[in-house]
C-alpha cells in the first residue's frame, strides 16, 4: 500500500521581501536530510498577507520561477499559496508544483470579509484535487477551514492539506477545526501555519500539525518557533478504517456550485 511523506515548514515571514523570504525557505528546504515526496510552504509564503499592498507577482512571477527550481532540485512537489495579480485584483493562489515543472493550482475559494479580503482578492471557483503516489490531496487555503460543505468528503479524497496565516487569537478554532475535519471526511489533514507578528501587528503561534481520520494527534510542530515536521502517512489504515466503518455511505446528496 502507498505511503507519503510530506515536509511542513513552520516559520515566521518577512514582510514584503519576496527575496528574503525566498532565501529562507530554500535554506530550510536545503536542511531536509529525509526522502520526501511533498513540502507544504504557509499562506502567502513570500510576502506575508499584504492582501491590500501592490505586491501580487504576475501570472508567471519569480516566485513561481523559484518554486519551479526548488521543486526540481528537491525532486519533491513544492505546495504553498501566492499572491497573483488578476486584472485589478489578485488571486490567493495555491500553487502545486511537481518537480517536472508541471503546475497545477487551486485559487482560495473562501474569504475573510472581517479583514476586506474581498476587496482586494478574487475568490476561486472551482474545487482542485491532487494526486500524489496513490493519495489524493485537496488543497485549502486557511479561511477555507471554516466552511465543510466545501470540504465534504464524497469519498474522493485521502488527504486535507490546508497552508494558513492563521492568527494566534484564533488558535483553538484552528485546532479544533482540523481536528474536526479529519473525523468527519475520514481522512489525514495536514496543515502549516506561520509564527511571529505580520506587518499589521497580527500575532501568529502555529499549529503546524498532521492528525489521522479519527482525528488523532500524529505530529505536531512547537508553538512560536521555526520547525520543519515531516510525516510519513500510510493509506492502508486509512483504507482498513473505512472499510470497517464506511460512514460516507451514509452521507447526504447534495450539490455544490461555486
Known amino acids: 500500500m502507498s505511503t507519503l511523506t510530506i ?25 531536509i536530510k529525509d526522502s520526501v515526496d511533498l513540502i507544504l510552504l504557509p499562506e502567502t509564503f513570500a510576502t506575508g498577507f499584504a492582501i491590500n499592498l501592490d505586491c501580487a507577482e504576475p501570472e508567471n512571477g519569480k516566485v513561481l520561477d523559484w518554486m519551479i527550481a526548488t521543486a526540481n532540485s528537491s525532486n519533491a512537489v513544492l ?61 485549502q487555503v486557511c479561511y477555507d477551514l471554516r466552511f465543510p460543505v466545501f470540504q465534504r468528503s464524497r469519498n474522493d479524497y485521502d488527504v486535507m492539506i490546508n497552508v494558513a496565516n492563521w492568527p494566534a487569537a484564533r488558535r483553538k478554532v484552528w485546532d479544533t477545526l482540523l481536528m474536526a475535519r479529519a473525523m468527519e471526511n475520514q481522512c489525514y489533514v495536514v496543515a502549516v501555519n506561520r509564527v511571529g507578528d505580520d506587518g499589521n501587528g497580527v500575532a501568529h503561534n502555529g499549529g503546524t500539525a498532521v492528525y489521522d481520520f479519527k482525528g488523532d494527534t500524529l505530529a505536531v510542530a512547537a508553538d512560536n518557533q521555526t520547525d520543519v515536521l515531516i510525516k510519513t502517512l500510510d493509506k492502508e489504515p486509512l483504507e482498513l478504517f473505512k472499510q470497517s466503518f464506511p460512514a460516507y455511505l451514509d452521507a447526504d446528496e447534495f450539490s455544490l456550485e461555486c
Not at 528574503?20 to 530550510?28: E, I, M, P, R, W
Request: with cysteine.
Open 79 to 139: 505546495a504553498g499559496s501566492v499572491l497573483v495579480q488578476q486584472g485589478d485584483k489578485k488571486a490567493n493562489r495555491f500553487y502545486w508544483v511537481w518537480p517536472n515543472g508541471e503546475v497545477e493550482y487551486y485559487d482560495k475559494r473562501h474569504l475573510f470579509c472581517l479583514g476586506k479580503e474581498g476587496d482586494f482578492v478574487k475568490a476561486g471557483d472551482r474545487r482542485e484535487v491532487f494526486t500524489l503516489n496513490g493519495f489524493k490531496i485537496l488543497p
Open 7 to 31: 515536509a511542513a515548514i513552520q516559520t515566521s515571514l518577512n514582510w514584503l521581501d519576496k527575496d528574503a523570504n525566498l532565501a529562507s525557505f530554500s535554506d530550510k528546504i536545503a536542511s
